[in-house]
T-cell receptor
């Protein structure tokens, strides 16, 4: 298996632009997580999907952030409009069941100038 | 408020010099404690899960232990390839999915 796939790996954008991060979970996994990692706050859970349904979005920082999971093999995290403080590494992770071991993708490093 | 604290923030060791990393936690009830390794530019990679006080897990030069308040990751005779950031995360008993991560310990093993 290729593991969790994320794209792009690096994204540089200007403040105010829309940013879309993409994730393909491991086949057969029914739980998907989006995390954000910064030096100041470490790894934080943004949103959790189970069977393509958002279960917990309490970690989404603002309405500028939105996430979708249209099917079991694809999820997006969108930031609109982006701000410099959104600069971070965004990780997607998946597990084969709720409470199961999470496998992380390689991350997307986002820089907003 | 629930908290996961890792110490030290950074650790430099000579190859072969054994040491321990600490993860202390305060949660209302522990479902599980997880150790991950993270290399630069990569996502966290799972190492161990511990569920109850007294439990121990080993993998090559690493051994993780758990008490009611903290976990230790013991590194015996480390090698340069053990250099990485080690992350600890806890899962509360009333959450079947949420991991609360510590800030990590950056380990550098010099040859």
């Amino acid at each position: 298996d290729a593991g969790v796939i994320q794209s792009p790996r690096h994204e540089v954008t200007e403040m105010g632009q829309e940013v879309t991060l993409r994730c393909k979970p491991i086949s057969g996994h029914n739980s998907l997580f989006w995390y954000r990692q910064t030096m100041m706050r470490g790894l934080e859970l943004l949103i959790y999907f189970n069977n393509n349904v958002p279960i917990d979005d309490s970690g989404m920082p603002e309405d500028r952030f939105s996430a979708k999971m249209p099917n079991a093999s694809f999820s997006t995290l969108k930031i609109q409009p982006s701000e410099p403080r959104d600069s971070a590494v965004y990780f997607c992770a998946s597990s084969w069941r709720e409470g199961g071991l999470s496998y992380f993708g390689p991350g997307t490093r986002l820089t907003v100038t | 408020e629930d908290q996961v604290t890792q110490s030290p923030e950074a650790l430099r060791l000579q190859e072969g010099e054994s040491s321990s990393l600490n993860c202390s936690y305060t949660v209302s009830g522990l479902r599980g404690l997880f150790w991950y390794r993270q290399d630069p530019g990569k996502g966290p990679e799972f190492l161990f899960t511990l569920y109850s006080a007294g439990e121990e897990k080993e993998k090559e030069r690493l051994k993780a232990t758990l008490t009611k308040k903290e976990s230790f990751l013991h590194i015996t005779a480390p090698k340069p390839e053990d250099s990485a950031t080690y992350l600890c995360a806890v899962q509360e008993v009333d959450s079947s999915y949420k991991l609360i991560f510590g800030s990590g310990t950056r380990l550098l093993v010099r040859p």
